[in-house]
T-cell receptor, first 113, second 112 residues
Framework: DAKTTQPPSMDCAEGRAANLPCNHS???????VYWYRQIHSQGPQYIIH???NNETNEMASLIITEDRKSSTLILPHATLRDTAVYYC??????????????FGQGTILTVHP | DAGITQSPRYKITETGRQVTLMCHQT?????MFWYRQDLGHGLRLIYY???????DKGEVPDGYVVSRSKTENFPLTLESATRSQTSVYFC???????????FGPGTRLTVL
């Protein structure tokens, strides 16, 4: 699976949009971009994933650049409960790597009142 | 309750003892996983299972044994616990038609 690079930490004001970047310059054509987050002491929680098109769900939006070498997770209106470690993971769909996630250090997002 | 559960949630044991961490999911998901998380590290995959009676090693399998006789259960055994196995252990599952991996609440294991 391709390696990802994320900033170690970011701050955001409550009510503002949080934009979390991720670089994955070695991503292959069949690899998806996944985002998970881990709120203190809890198990990781799936947020969103995408292949090449932008995606949106009730939690967040995922913007993937046209060359697919980077992406941005957007939390449109951050709340204090969004304070967590956010992991960007690149993984091939199917095959022997199905479901296997390789977690990096992630980005610690702190949302301030 | 539906979902994925782990037991015990907290465990303290001594070096050399055998410890089994339990994981149970109610979705009949095919794939199940065990991860460990240490301070300063992300989650690392220990073992995974594609179906009942099918298991394979992950990134850090040494010192651990798994079995999967039933689809819903995936126990992780430390045959002779060492201090380096002090960690938080997370179990997860995913179905064949889903992209979302569901994680349990974790077991915090301390080996003295």
């Amino acid at each position: 699976d391709a390696k990802t690079t994320q900033p170690p930490s970011m701050d955001c004001a409550e009510g503002r949009a949080a934009n979390l970047p991720c670089n994955h310059s070695t991503i292959s054509g069949n690899e998806y971009v996944y985002w998970y987050r881990q709120i203190h002491s809890q198990g990781p929680q799936y947020i969103i994933h995408g292949l090449k098109n932008n995606e949106t769900n009730e939690m967040a939006s995922l913007i993937i650049t046209e060359d697919r070498k980077s992406s941005t997770l957007i939390l449109p209106h951050a709340t204090l409960r969004d304070t967590a470690v956010y992991y960007c993971i690149v993984r091939a769909a199917g095959g022997t790597s199905y479901g296997k996630l390789t977690f990096g250090q992630g980005t610690i997002l702190t949302v301030h009142p | 309750d539906a979902g994925i559960t782990q037991s015990p949630r907290y465990k303290i044991t001594e070096t050399g003892r055998q410890v089994t961490l339990m994981c149970h999911q109610t979705w009949s998901h095919s794939y199940m996983f065990w991860y460990r998380q240490d301070l300063g590290h992300g989650l690392r995959l220990i073992y995974y299972s594609a179906a009942a009676d099918i298991t394979d090693k992950g990134e850090v399998p040494d010192g651990y044994v798994v079995s999967r006789s039933k689809t819903e259960n995936f126990p992780l055994t430390l045959e002779s616990a060492t201090r380096s196995q002090t960690s938080v252990y997370f179990c997860a599952s995913i179905g064949l038609t889903y992209n979302e991996q569901f994680f349990g609440p974790g077991t915090r294991l301390t080996v003295l």
